[in-house]
């Protein structure tokens, strides 16, 4: 069955340091893993993908994910967390018949100024 | 380029009205998708829809739930006979070709459905 998990519902974080938000997945055949981004009442912002290539991907805002095989983990990381960044993230990887994505509960991260 | 539009944005029914939520996709977008949000949940797929055709509707409700995209115009969700389960946030996506799985989807800004 495909599945993603996000181990934390919520990540803390000072402004200025480093963010990482964990996710792991289970898909049969190719991982294609997604981030997004929630704000409140609003809808969902694509952030980045994999899907082959480089394991490490930049996408918006500053964010990069590290896409790691073995590990079977997608997670979102930020060198220099802004209290703007404070939103509901969420990880998706397709699912099997390619045409879903398949979301969690997704993690509330929380910046302090 | 206008984004996807959802309407109305939020709507208020009583037990046993029905709900009819109306999706625009992206300019150029033939697929179209719809996911729900129940409070302190994820998004759940419900239904994949191209132009005149439901491709994949395996996390629809069998009862009561029902989805179109017509060639003209927008794709709509019809809830029959509400109940207050019922009652999330309800997100429409388009991707200009699904079944190419690089694609990612482009979400609208959601219905809020409350059930009274």
């Known amino acids: ?113 | 380029n206008a984004g996807v539009m959802q309407n109305p944005r939020h709507l208020v029914r009583r037990r046993g009205q029905e709900a009819r939520l109306r999706c625009s996709p992206m300019k150029g977008h033939s697929h179209v998708y719809w996911y729900r949000q129940l409070p302190e949940e994820g998004l759940k797929f419900m239904v994949y829809l191209q132009k005149e055709n439901i491709i994949d509707e395996s996390g629809m409700p069998k009862e009561r739930f029902s989805a179109e995209f017509p060639k003209e115009g927008p794709s709509i969700l019809r809830i029959q006979q509400v109940v207050r389960g019922d009652s999330a946030a309800y997100f429409c996506a388009s991707s200009p070709m699904a079944g190419l799985v690089i694609d990612e989807q482009f979400f609208g800004p959601g219905t809020r459905l409350t059930v009274l």
Do not use: M
């Not at chain 1, 095989?69 to 997608?74: E, N």
């Not at chain 1, 990381?77 to 802004?82: E, G, H, N, Q």
């Not at chain 1, 993230?89 to 099997?96: D, E, H, I, M, R």
């Open chain 1, 1 to 113: 069955a495909q599945s993603v998990a996000q181990p934390e519902d919520q990540v803390n974080v000072a402004e200025g340091n480093p963010l990482t938000v964990k996710c792991t997945y289970s898909v049969s055949g190719n991982p294609y893993l997604f981030w997004y981004v929630q704000y409140p009442n609003r809808g969902l912002q694509f952030l980045l993908k994999y899907i082959t290539g480089d394991n490490l991907v930049k996408g918006s805002y500053g964010f990069e994910a590290e896409f790691n095989k073995s590990q079977t983990s997608f997670h979102l990381k930020k060198p220099s967390a802004l209290v703007s960044d404070s939103a509901l993230y969420f990880c998706a990887p397709y699912g099997q018949a390619g045409t879903a994505l398949i979301f969690g509960k997704g993690t509330t991260l929380s910046v302090s100024s």
